[in-house]
């Protein structure tokens, strides 16, 4: 397994100079106390946490895997013990409110922490990820008391929650959910029916786990608006801050996966289980969906940190391996071949790996200060100023979530085949980077799913091209400022022509729509995708400003950093960037081909 390095300086770049996170932290109240020395010891600590506990158990938890024995799930050898130091060094609270033991920290910290987590150990990290979603939901929809008996042993990280939506006839389709809810005289509900593929559904790392569960009263209109939420405890609480009688929820088995072994999916049965409303009946979904956009970034950090390790990996491996010589001469004489990273192609491979870590964390990096925004608008109880956040994060979700996810598992891919034949054997780790990253473009919605919600719901529906409006001002505003810079001229002139492509293909596709109802699902995920390589060169684009100022300033001390950004950059636009238009050129083709063979003739007799 490649030994994980936090990108620390990458990450410091980004937060201090690129966005400059301490100016956005003091504008907010719930900022001010992440000063810069404080954010400076979170990430050290954090790093040492990763690198030293989480990424040593990444390979055997693999190994290990979950086991179901006795109706008791374990969890592989060392992920209790990194657990225990996870709640000790108050990690789970720290975006959380004060009251319930949390640290009250902007939600972008929290999103830097997922990084690092998820890039040590995805496995493990999915255990305190999905209890932040549900965490997340109680703090805005549950009740005062609800709150208090199971906010704050989550925020503690002494119980643990998840997320219960998955049902084995529906995954996309919501509207199909069949768990029952039957009210009782107290004003519980007793919950039956089987919930599939739930992470950290089960497991033995706390001594309590909070599902928060979809489902259906008896009376409820069909589809998505007869849906309500439940929180259903696996033990019922003692009302002392422990835990009392079982509560019948059964983990009946765990599923067998490509990756992500050492996490623990779980089926799950209620059989009569006791829940609890939360929120308003029928409204389920809605509750659901307030931190849709929060949880769907947690998901494209996935394909960040696919890249980023895979890139270490195979960087490493390039230096160290010797193969024939290089087409402009041996460039290691002495040597009996010069090694991997000389050759053409291999530097392809790794930088493409680079510009997408890289380039992808920059796109995190700026959505997640939306997500503080949005946060604020919450602490604030202004619904207004939440939802305006909301809505701008909004736009950007489906292209973080399907975009990096893509493009993370190709990263995987490359560093596998940077390892030649070695990357395809267990030993070195590089193919379980490949069966971990796979599953990032499934949950939390597919990337056709991702695809449909940006083009047909956040760019067509709800905006009528608004949202691709504002955002390519944005892109023109730094190409506007950067206009007599000579060295940022073949970044602005490439971002230009694309605004104003990305705009026309919208107006294309908003009219051909009006005619050829299938052209947006046979158009989405193209245009997913060129949204997401012409957000990724604004993003690239920035950090070439922002280097070519520190070098032109004097003085920076580590030139060669900023040098390899500009020449990342200008790797990305030259030979990355113009797979844009063939997605360009994609979706614009009316969509007959795809919809005009008849189902019959798909077979092979
Ligand atoms: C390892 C793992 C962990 C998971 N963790 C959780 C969890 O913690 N909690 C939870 O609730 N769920 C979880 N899931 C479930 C996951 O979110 C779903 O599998 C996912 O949303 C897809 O749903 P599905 O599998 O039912 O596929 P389907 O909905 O059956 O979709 C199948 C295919 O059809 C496409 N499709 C479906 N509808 C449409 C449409 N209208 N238009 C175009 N294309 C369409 C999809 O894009 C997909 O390609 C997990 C799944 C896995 C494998």
Redesign the pocket.
């Known amino acids: 397994m490649p030994q994980y390095k936090v990108p620390l300086r990458d990450i410091r770049f980004l937060m201090n100079e690129v966005f400059d996170y301490p100016s956005h932290y003091k504008s907010m109240p719930n900022g001010v106390d992440a000063t810069p020395d404080l954010v400076e010891h979170i990430l050290k600590e954090c790093a040492r946490y990763c690198e030293q506990v989480l990424a040593p158990l990444n390979q055997k938890g693999d190994q290990d895997g979950c086991e179901l024995k006795d109706g008791k799930v374990t969890t592989p050898r060392g992920f209790k013990d990194a657990y225990d130091q996870y709640v000790a060094g108050g990690w789970q609270g720290l975006t959380h409110p004060a009251d319930f033991g949390g640290q009250g920290l902007p939600i972008s910290l929290g999103m830097v922490r997922a990084e690092m987590m998820g890039t040590a150990n995805w496995s493990f990290s999915m255990y305190p990820g999905?209890s932040l979603g549900a965490m997340n939901t109680l703090q805005v929809h549950a009740s005062e008391e609800q709150k208090r008996t199971y906010l704050t042993p989550l925020t503690e990280g002494r119980w643990m929650g998840?997320?219960?939506?998955?049902e084995p006839q529906?995954?996309?389709?919501l509207g199909q959910v069949a768990t029952k809810a039957i009210p009782q005289a107290d004003g519980s509900y007793k919950l039956t029916g089987t919930?599939?593929?739930?992470?950290?559904?089960d497991h033995d790392l706390t001594e309590n786990i909070v599902h928060i569960v979809?489902a259906r009263l008896p009376d409820a209109p069909k589809g998505t608006r007869g849906i309500s939420l439940f929180l259903v405890p696996k033990y019922l609480p003692d009302g002392n801050g422990g835990v009392g009688p079982f509560n019948h929820v059964v983990c009946s088995a765990l599923?067998h996966?490509m990756g992500?072994r050492g996490?623990a999916?779980a089926v799950l049965n209620f059989e009569e289980s006791t829940g609890f409303l939360v929120g308003t009946v029928n409204k389920g979904l809605e509750c659901m969906f307030t931190f849709m956009n929060t949880a769907r970034i947690g998901t494209a950090v996935q394909g960040v940190a696919a890249a980023e390790l895979s890139y270490q990996g195979a960087l490493a491996y390039s230096k160290d391996r010797r193969s024939m010589r290089s087409l402009s001469g041996a460039k290691e004489p002495n040597q009996i071949a010069d090694a991997l990273h000389h050759h053409a192609d291999v530097r392809r491979m790794l930088l493409t790996q680079k510009a997408i870590a890289e380039g992808g964390r920059a796109m995190l990096y700026s959505a997640a200060m939306l997500a503080d925004k949005m946060m604020v608008g919450i602490l604030k109880n202004d619904e207004k100023e939440r939802l305006y956040w909301d809505d701008k994060l909004g736009f950007f979700t489906p292209i973080l979530k399907g975009f990096l996810t893509e493009l993370g598992f190709e990263c995987a891919n490359l560093g596998m085949q940077v390892f030649g034949g070695h990357g395809y054997i267990q030993e070195h780790g590089m193919e379980q980077i490949v069966r971990d990253a796979r599953?990032a473009t499934?949950?939390?919605?597919?990337?056709?799913?991702q695809a449909?919600d940006l083009l047909g719901r956040k760019v067509l529906l709800l905006t009528r091209g608004k949202a691709v409006r504002e955002f390519t001002a944005t892109i023109m505003k730094l190409c506007t400022r950067n206009a007599t810079h000579r060295d940022m001229y073949p970044f602005i002139w490439t971002l230009g022509k694309l605004c104003a492509q990305w705009n026309w293909l919208t107006t294309r596709l908003m009219l051909s729509a009006r005619k050829d109802r299938d052209m947006i699902?046979s158009a989405a995920v193209d245009y997913l995708m060129y949204a997401g390589y012409v957000s990724l060169a604004y993003n690239w684009a920035l950090m070439a400003e922002k280097s070519f100022e520190k070098l032109e300033k004097g003085g920076a001390e580590t030139p060669e950093f900023y040098r390899a950004k500009i020449q990342t950059a200008e790797f990305y636009f030259e030979r990355l960037l113009p797979r844009a238009q063939a997605h360009a050129e994609g979706m614009l083709s009316p969509s007959k081909s795809v919809m005009q063979l008849p189902i019959d003739h798909f077979t092979f007799d």
């Open positions: 999905l998840t997320m219960c939506l998955t529906c995954g996309t389709d919930k599939i593929f739930i992470s950290a559904g979809l599923e996966k992500i996490s999916t599953i499934l949950y939390e919605g597919t990337t056709g799913i449909l699902g």
